[in-house]
């Protein structure tokens, strides 16, 4: 059976790719949620270790071709307010 939930969590911010040891430490995170698969996205992508990290812990790594991929398959109008959406807010 599929989980019902995901969570999800990117690199951090002075990271951008991402380490065997950031990706365990969130396979801890996911397994003791309950029903909830889990979701890496690390733009820069992932060192091998990272990746055997996350394979063995059923892990699912995006990095910033694989997230491109996804946004360029969308219909117009999900683009549209995923655009809308992320573009929201003040800028300094």
């Given at each position: 059976p599929q989980a019902r939930r995901a969570l999800v969590k990117t690199a951090a911010w002075n990271e951008w790719g991402a380490t065997a040891e950031s990706l365990l430490h969130f396979a801890h995170e996911v397994a003791t949620a309950r029903d909830t698969r889990g979701v890496?996205?690390?733009?820069?992508?992932?060192?091998?270790?990272?990746?055997?990290?996350?394979?063995?812990?059923?892990?699912?790594?995006?990095?910033?071709?694989?997230?491109?991929?996804?946004?360029?398959?969308?219909?117009?109008?999900?683009?549209?307010?995923?655009?809308?959406?992320?573009s929201a807010g003040e800028y300094a």
């Open positions: 890496f996205v690390a733009p820069g992508g992932f060192s091998p270790s990272a990746l055997l990290a996350a394979q063995q812990h059923r892990i699912e790594t995006v990095d910033a071709e694989s997230l491109c991929a996804v946004l360029r398959s969308l219909p117009s109008e999900r683009s549209e307010l995923l655009h809308t959406v992320a």
